[in-house]
């Protein structure tokens, strides 16, 4: 998995590129991941920081499905575990999907590694900076999910994914699609699994 940040992400977290690391071996992990993984959008992610009452926050779209989730209060510090939070969130959106959740397990055992770079594709920076004004609102939206002083981002992102219509050009046609369903559909072709 590689997940390509906007600058002023990348700078805020200060990830690293893989010639940036001391430790020889995680650079070359990390370079390798890049490498191998570049240019398959169903293991690309763009990223992109904002702000909710004082807390970063980090809003991550798959490239293949739109797919997107909001991480709360993502502190520098743990950066590292950005993979294991998109992991998360996507087995709780198909937490009633067996299949789904076989398919998720195989996934992540094909391709355990993650690792950050800089977001140059004008496309996703585009899809980002839209659904940050749009449906996050700047993330004022957030503040729809708090109950009883609690932010309840699983029925967030649950949302977005399963009830928020967006647009998407697949094979040259503009269609709306649900992200999950989208999701589902590219992992379900990815091995060659039916979706029913």
Known sequence: MII?????????YEFKMPQDFS??????????????????????????LFYFNNMQCLQVVNFASKLTLVLIDIKTEDKENIP?????????LYENNNKMKKL??????????????????????????????NFLLDGYRLADYISDGILHSIDLNKYINCEYLLRQKINGKMEYI???????????????????
């Open 4 to 12: 390509y940040v906007t600058k002023e992400t990348f700078d805020q």
């Open 23 to 48: 430790d020889q071996f995680v650079g070359a992990m990390a370079g390798a991941v890049l490498e191998r993984e570049s240019g398959d959008p169903l293991l690309e992610w763009g990223g992109k």
């Open 178 to 196: 649900y992200p999950a369903e989208r999701f589902q559909q590219l992992l379900c072709e990815r091995y060659g699994v039916t979706e029913k």
């Open 104 to 133: 998720l397990e195989r996934f992540f055992k094909d391709y355990p590694t993650a690792c950050f770079s800089r977001l140059i594709d004008k496309s996703i920076i585009s899809s980002l900076n839209s659904f940050q004004s």
């Open 84 to 92: 294991e939070y998109i992991a998360h969130y996507l087995f709780n």
